[in-house]
Nanobody, 119 residues
């Protein structure tokens, strides 16, 4: 599975942005998907995930209520809708697909898309 993240860009604090992650080369509907982010000088952190069907989501406390993940199996795409952005949301955002052999691990990763949030 190849993943291509897009939609990043400079946004002001309080603004909104939607990231997309398009998948190819596999059966997208089988995979739960997740978003991670890595801020400058920090370790990568989990943002949230969606189940293979798209019916269930789970979020890190830091983004709960502000970010929404959705999955469109017909379009082979997962989205990360971000609102009420804060400067501390500044990071490179990555999408990832489940490792079907090892639950809780991620096998495929997108290349990352940068989201700078200005104060």
């Amino acid at each position: 599975v190849q993943l291509q993240a897009s939609g990043g860009g400079l946004v002001q604090a309080g603004g909104s942005l939607r990231l997309s992650c398009a998948a190819s080369g596999g059966t997208f509907s089988r995979y739960g998907m997740a978003w991670f982010r890595q801020a400058p000088g920090k370790e990568r952190e989990f943002v949230g995930r969606v189940t293979w069907s798209g019916s269930g989501t789970f979020y890190a406390d830091s983004v709960k209520g502000r970010f929404t993940i959705s999955k469109d199996n017909a379009k082979n795409t997962v989205y990360l809708q971000m609102k009420s952005l804060k400067p501390e949301d500044t990071a490179v955002y990555y999408c990832a697909a489940d490792d079907l052999s090892f639950p809780g691990r991620y096998e495929f990763w997108g290349q990352g898309t940068q989201v700078p949030v200005s104060s």
